[in-house]
């Protein structure tokens, strides 16, 4: 782990986090936020609000942290964290994000056990599923134009879309088969296609 930051991107205007304790008030919002999921919060925020980062290198650190164990915003937390403050960053970011919810899942899910059963305790819910789903079709909408410098090109990453929506939403396909078929195709792909762009 290393205190500089990525190549990626150097030369954009990027804000930096003065010190660990930043991060884990940064994060510890973030968690705070997101009603079942954070990334639509953790996009906004370190993109657009901080500028910790380039919407391109949210989507790169985004999409190691998709194919890695673990929840995805815990892991872009912890390189986050890493590539500002090394270890100590990493540890503080990971802190943000998990320790304020862990009290509070804990003390939500006591209170469920006793009115799981009303009727708008399962309304609100299955009202939040919904506000929830939006909210991760948005980002993925607003991250959309970072397409335009894959170098796998636009047709190749529709087609790669459409097979994962197909392969999940219609076929039932387990998500473990989807993303080391179709993601370690894709890699593949993209690899060979950046190869031939540098040459």
């Given amino acids: 782990m290393t205190d500089t930051p990525s190549p990626v991107n150097v030369a954009a205007p990027v804000r930096r986090p003065e010190r660990p304790g930043d991060l884990f008030r940064a994060f510890t919002r973030m968690s705070l936020m997101g009603f ?10 370190l993109v657009e609000r ?12 985004l999409s190691v942290g998709q194919v890695l164990p673990g929840p995805n915003v815990v892991n872009v937390a912890l390189m986050v964290g890493d ?18 919810p862990l009290l509070l899942v804990m ?12 009727p708008l305790v399962a309304g609100a819910l299955r009202g939040m599923g919904a506000v929830s789903a939006g909210l991760v079709l948005a980002t993925a909408l ?13 047709p190749a990453c529709a087609l790669a879309t459409l ?8 076929l039932r396909v387990p998500m473990v088969w989807v993303i080391a078929l179709l ?8 690899w060979w296609a950046l190869g031939r762009v540098r040459r």
């Fill in 107 to 118: 003390t939500l899910a006591i209170l469920y056990t006793g009115f799981a059963g009303h």
């Fill in 50 to 61: 901080l500028q910790w980062l380039t919407r391109d290198e949210f989507v790169e650190m």
């Fill in 83 to 100: 590539r500002f403050f090394g270890w100590r960053g990493a540890a503080a970011a990971l802190g943000g994000m998990l320790g304020a």
């Fill in 36 to 45: 079942g999921g954070v990334l639509p919060i953790a996009q906004h925020e």
């Fill in 183 to 190: 993601g370690g195709s894709s890699v593949g792909y993209a």
């Fill in 142 to 154: 607003k991250l959309l134009p970072t397409l335009k410098k894959n170098p796998a090109g636009k």
């Fill in 163 to 170: 097979l994962t929506v197909a392969a999940i939403a219609w």
